[in-house]
């Protein structure tokens, strides 16, 4: 049977079948060429498990809670200051990593500035100009967390404080001044880049040790015959204002603060600007080594002027962002970096303990705290030295004289670290109202690292003094003894102790309060592992050691 | 009908009821008479808009209103050798040092025994804001431990209200 309108509908149903098969052809592979060139597309899934490892990592405050008040936290442990805003998350992807931004929750605020000595209390964070947001990179299934403050100009802003907020990871405004600064979780600045009318024109890096702010270094050198190149470096102190606040568990956006404290921080850092051929500014890769690295530009420092051998490397086009030599996040635009070599040792905590107990059958350690337990009754706090009689040590000891300044609850030292007085490795004091050693007490041991005697003594005398020094407590039932861990931690607690010293107080004293009067836990719940405690009950021989294990306050069974 | 209606308002006040009962496996108390159950939120913003700090911890579980009073107590425990866990005396004395090196207003210290249970009771104030704590010592590893926090006007009431709780608080067998 013929039945041409048959024919006729089985020849339109092949065209639009062949149609629907290249339609559906063209647009996979158009969907596909779109997610490599602009993967802005939020991956679920990925958010989820940036955030599994985000709740991983840092469990006290994945889910809002604060444990204990703030103030504790320290100024470069940022995860206590900010927390992603998981809603809103937005993800995408560079150089085949895959990066997630988020805006930060903070608590309290916080703040860059290029301007200093504004009293913290006073300063106008609604009017910085500086916006922080969280980067979460995830590179082949490993995640690493960085804040991004971009810090705008005044010329950009015009006075409106809101025009930040038009920046991103990716996007910048095309009149967009100023800085954006990336630093890792624990403060350390990563790198950073200077933007002038939205090009990068300077790369930021942390100062070398030693730079003085306002110090100009210049390198020339010569890439290729033709190509003249001259790189200027600027190191300046960038200033963090910080508004520290307590907040309650659940209040999930940190709405609701009190007990807020304000401090500052502070860091040098250098920004070098590159001219080739008289041309515009451009930014030399902004490649930190890691700590302890040989310097892969090779870097020789003579006075003011800073003479680099360009290195051979050829970089790709400078494209912004973070530059992590550490995690090798964003290196491409980098030279081969040499894998750090870390020489760092740690002391083992239970070795320290063995040492501690031998010490105090030495007959000079014996006889001063013996001397200071003996002055517990004049109800005024007595300290006395204990100092290597060498240096290097020989074994033997010296005491110093001994002090008071006829207070309950304070007292001076005399520390030394030369071969007159000797090198002073322990301050024993008494407590006479009972109490065990408070922030002030801990705090001495990084006051005395930075005595000039010691800092001249070259480094193998600080590593010594850092991972021997004590600050000995005694009351009449129990002897303290503290020695330092983390000194990079004790240095920033410290700047934040000197910034706010009565919230820091307030803070140890409530800390105590809450754990029905335990001062050691409520030290511990300050700093953490960052310093070590020790605890000999009265006339028992040896000392205890207390750490935080687990979040919870713990007493070791050393070996 | 009226079934529902009677059902409905049982689970009202069981639930009302279940909020009321302070929360602590050391010992059994009674919160004083009209003290009224906070959430965390509500506590929050009770401190943010009545005081100009806080000494209540942020994460207990047991958080009170009674009048212009902030009552919170909680559980502590330590697992630490016995040498370790000071006796009252010695915290009460610590805890005077500690106050002392903080500029502290110490109003008070004492330690008291109600029902056969030695309580350390402290009050301190800052300015015109008075924080009147109370622990007792240790049993099997743990004490018990709390706070009333007020105005200064309201302290003859945060006396009688401290007075109320310690009077009910009674350790648990464990």
Known sequence: MNLPYLKSFKFYLIICFIFLCTALIVYSCKKEKSSNKTPMVTDSQMISLARQWYDAKYPAVNNGKLTAHSTGTGTQDWTKAFSPYWAKANTFVIDSLAFIELPALKKGDMAMSL?????????????????????????KGTFYLYAMTILADSAYL????????????RNRDGDFTGEVFYNRMDGSLVNGWKYTNGLVTGAISPAAAGSAPGQVTQSIGKKHVDVFQETDCTTTTT??????CDYYVDDEFYEYPFNCSY??????????????????????????????????????????????????????????????????????????????????????????????????????????????????????????DINLAAFPPNGSYKMGALITDFNLTSVSSNFTWNSTNGYTIDISHDHPQGNGPSPNDVFRLYVNSNNTDLDNAGPSALSYYE????????????????????????????????????????????????????????????????????????????????????????????? | MKNITFFTICLFFSIHAIGQIPKSDVVSLSVPNGARSLTKEQLSKIVHNNFKRSGVPLNMENYYQLDGLIISFWDH???????????????????????KQNNDTVNFSKIITINSIQFLVYEYQKEDEVYLRFQTGFKNNKNFGGIIQFKKPDEAKANKALQDLLQSIRFKDQ
């Not at chain 1, 006073?122 to 947001?133: A, I």
């Not at chain 1, 200033?239 to 520290?244: A, H, I, K, L, V």
């Not at chain 1, 020695?483 to 803070?507: I, S």
């Open chain 1, 115 to 139: 301007r200093s000595g504004i009293d913290p209390k006073s300063f106008n964070f609604s009017k910085s100009g500086s916006l922080t947001s969280l980067i979460i990179v995830n590179k």
């Open chain 1, 158 to 169: 015009k006075g409106d404080y809101n025009k930040v907020k038009r920046n991103t990871y």
């Open chain 1, 239 to 244: 200033t963090t204002y910080w508004e520290s």
């Open chain 1, 263 to 384: 401090y500052t921080t502070a860091s040098s850092v250098t920004t070098c600007t590159t001219t080739t051929n008289g041309g515009s500014p451009s930014a030399p890769p902004p490649c930190t080594p890691p700590t302890g690295t040989p310097d892969p530009t090779g870097i020789s420092v003579q006075n003011t002027k800073t003479i680099i051998d360009v290195a051979t490397t050829t970089y790709s086009s400078l494209t912004g962002g973070i530059v992590d030599a550490t995690n090798n996040v964003g290196t491409t635009q980098c030279p081969p970096i040499i894998p750090p070599t870390d020489t760092a040792k740690k002391i083992d905590p239970c070795k320290l303990k063995k040492h501690l107990d031998s010490l105090a059958a030495n007959a000079t350690v014996a006889n001063a705290n013996i001397l200071i337990r003996n002055k517990i009754g004049t109800q005024h706090e007595y300290a006395v």
């Open chain 1, 467 to 559: 991972n021997n020094a004590a600050i000995t407590t005694i009351t009449t039932s129990t002897t303290y003894v503290i020695t330092g861990v983390d000194y990079t931690t004790l240095a920033a607690k410290y700047h934040q102790y000197k910034a706010d010293t009565a919230a820091f107080n307030n803070n140890f004293r409530d800390l105590t309060a809450t754990y029905n009067g335990d001062w050691g836990e409520a030290l511990l719940a300050i700093f953490g592992n960052s310093i070590n405690l020790f605890e000999s009950y009265y006339n028992k021989p040896s000392f205890n050691l207390f750490q935080v294990i687990n979040g919870k306050f713990t007493q070791v069974n050393c070996p």
């Open chain 2, 77 to 99: 425990e330590e697992n630490v050798s016995p040498e370790f866990q000071r006796s009252l005396e010695e915290i009460k004395s610590g805890m005077l040092g500690i106050l």
